[in-house]
């Protein structure tokens, strides 16, 4: 009996061309360790991200605590792998929230035209040219007293404990900002993608059969173009870190006691003369996981873009 071959798919093709780009692969697994420990790792650990042993302060590595302890005793690497469950929590969600509100906007933009892609166009410039850190601070004044007022109001008045867990102010805080930094991006990437779609011959006979816009959108124009954007999805995350630490660090993000890449370094900065293995580990383990997302990301164009096959 002959067996047949396996049927051929852009998407095969494309998974093939990926795990044989070396960078890529390499990439992909630092990013696979790095969602096992976010996901798996705080129940693996021997030692609580906020358990203090004041006699063990600023120790170096050992067999007890790998990456040393920090000033207060605590266990660096329990630190580093409950920061890595921050790092991954934050970046899936402004990642995913900014990808869907660029796709949609950009989709309604390059495919209405007019005066609609007009008023878009000219909005996400100005929303790109916003300083980042000057926005996320306005943002971060502005909304957490009030809403931190609130929480404190409801706890008197329900004296339930969700309350007073202020940290989820600074998560909201920092989801809504970053999204709102990083949809203009995907909008404009989309915009582009379906302005070159959308006069091709199989959407001229769509419409020319009666087919309603928003299916032509959601079912020939937004799929044919979610090859960049899944480019775009894997460099946001990698960005979405570096901002997130970026903002950690100057303390306008993911505040003490909850750990994060970014605040560890910044309590690293103020020892690492004396103590250089404080900022070495969150700084190390941050560098290596962006570059990670830069060679998936490398890959993954060159997997997903006709033009550079060869």
């Known amino acids: 009996m002959i067996k047949t071959a396996k049927k051929n798919t852009l998407a095969r093709d494309a998974f093939n061309r990926l795990i044989s780009n070396k960078g890529a692969l390499v990439g992909l697994i ?25 006699e063990m302060r600023n120790q170096p590595a050992s067999w007890a605590h790998p990456f040393g302890t920090d000033d207060l005793g605590r266990d660096i690497l329990s630190r580093v792998i409950y920061g890595a469950r921050t790092a991954v929590i934050l970046s899936i969600s402004i990642t995913v929230l900014s990808t869907i509100v660029g796709v949609i906007v950009g989709a309604i933009a390059g495919f209405t035209g007019g005066k609609v892609d007009a008023f878009i166009t000219w909005f996400i410039d100005v929303i790109m040219s916003i300083p980042s850190l000057l926005l996320v601070i306005v943002i971060n004044i502005s909304f957490k007293p009030p809403l931190i007022i609130w929480m404190d109001q409801k706890y008197l008045e329900t004296l339930n404990e969700v309350y007073r867990q202020t940290i989820w102010v600074d998560f909201v805080l920092v989801f809504g900002s970053l999204a709102f930094l990083k949809w203009p991006k995907a909008a404009r990437l989309i915009r582009g993608q379906i302005l070159s779609i959308r006069n091709r011959n199989y959407i001229v006979a769509a419409r020319a059969s009666g087919v309603s816009a928003f299916r032509i959108i959601t079912k020939y124009i937004i799929p044919n173009a979610m090859g960049p954007v899944i480019v775009l999805f894997s460099a946001t995350m990698g960005e979405a870190m570096v901002l997130e630490s970026a903002f950690s660090f100057l303390g306008v ?31 190390a383990v941050l560098a290596i996981v962006t570059m990670a997302y830069s060679f998936l990301g490398d890959g993954l164009n060159d997997a997903l873009n006709p033009r550079q096959w060869k």
């Open 30 to 54: 630092i990013i696979a360790i790095l969602f096992f420990v976010a996901i798996f790792g705080p129940i693996l650990t021997p030692y609580d991200f906020l358990s203090q042993d004041l």
């Open 253 to 283: 993000g993911v505040r003490p006691p909850m750990p994060s890449w970014g605040n560890m370094i910044s309590d690293g900065l103020r020892v690492w003369h004396i103590y250089p293995h404080v900022l070495l580990a969150p700084a």
